[in-house]
């Protein structure tokens, strides 16, 4: 089947006399993101006049009409499901969820289906944006299969490309709820260690002279009976970043499958009340929606299985 077309007219504006086009357009289009119209541009899907306009650095004047020539998205190659979600909050630029422990985020080798990704598909068909030429939500950061909590998905362009620069930016409020091994001492503090692909097996993580820089900030909610329940608040957002810097100070998270050597002396515990992931919550994302500028957060209860293991472990 032939990809349909349709025509965007872009007036330049005043102001933008002397920019870039690809800048002009973008301001004159906030739907679709520079990255994008460079894409369009290079394509010949730009034009002034019936004439191709191929050089995105070539300057535009105010006041000149630009036709657009903009492909209908192509399907996502993953299949839409009926997946039930818990959402927080959702409009038409984006969409916050409450993600469940046990669900994949992305489509993967291991996990063809039956993710977020998946149901997010079936659950906003008609109301995605072609992000990137391409039908999907756009997925800016990720939450590990058996954490649960807040994560977002952008529905637009303009709304992906916003939230990307903000999370490249640590202005992104991330606050996670996590119950460790023991009592962290000091009760609160920042762990600053570079993470990496462990070179001593790439399924996990390691702390890594030369890996990207990570940063968590912890502090001590409530210590429990040789376990505590802990805050971390993330600068930076690295693969299993809580999980590998708790581990590091002698605190790793109870029922961490890699990190945390089976449950220790919590094992029985563990077993008993069927609890068989890290017990980590993403509780609270804050952000500035890139469209209103207005500020948010949206705040999530600890899941049931993390608020019995919490009761159990209550002094």
Not at 283 to 311: C, K, N, W, Y
Request: aromatic content about 4%; hydrophobic content about 40%; overall charge positive.
């Amino acid at each position: 089947m032939n990809r349909g077309v349709s025509i965007i007219e872009a007036t330049i504006a005043g102001e933008a006399d002397g920019w870039r086009l690809d800048r002009a357009l973008a301001d004159a289009v906030p739907t679709l993101s520079r990255e994008r119209l460079k894409v369009l541009i290079a394509s010949g899907a730009v034009s002034l006049g019936g004439l191709a306009w191929r050089d995105s650095a070539k300057k535009a004047a105010g006041g000149q009409v630009f036709a657009i020539a903009l492909p209908d998205p192509t399907p996502a190659h993953n299949e839409a499901q009926d997946i039930p979600l818990v959402i927080a909050y959702e409009d038409e630029h984006l969409i916050v969820i409450d993600k469940p422990a046990g669900l994949v985020v992305h489509p993967a080798a291991g996990n063809p289906d039956g993710t977020l990704v998946n149901a997010l598909l079936h659950h906003c068909r008609g109301s995605l944006s072609g992000i990137g030429g391409v039908a999907r939500p756009g997925i800016v950061h990720r939450i590990d299969k058996d954490t649960s909590g807040l994560m977002i998905a952008a529905k637009t362009d303009r709304t992906h490309e916003g939230l990307a620069r903000q999370f490249h930016d640590h202005s992104i409020d991330r606050r996670y709820k996590a119950i460790t091994t023991g009592v962290p001492t000091p009760a609160s503090g920042t762990v600053d260690a570079p993470l990496a692909r462990s070179p001593q097996n790439r399924k996990k993580i390691a702390i890594v002279e030369g890996g990207k820089r990570a940063v968590t900030h912890y502090r001590t909610i409530e210590p429990l009976q040789g376990a505590a329940l802990v805050e971390c608040r993330l600068e930076t957002g690295r693969t299993h970043q809580v999980r590998v810097h708790m581990a590091s100070i002698g605190h790793a998270l109870l029922g961490d499958p890699v990190y945390g050597r089976g449950g220790g002396a919590k094992r029985a515990l563990l077993e008993r009340l069927g609890f068989r992931r890290q017990a980590l919550h993403a509780a609270r994302l804050g952000f500035i929606h890139p469209i209103t500028q207005v500020a948010m957060a949206f705040e999530s209860e600890m899941p049931a299985d993390m608020q019995e293991l919490f009761s159990q472990l209550h002094v």
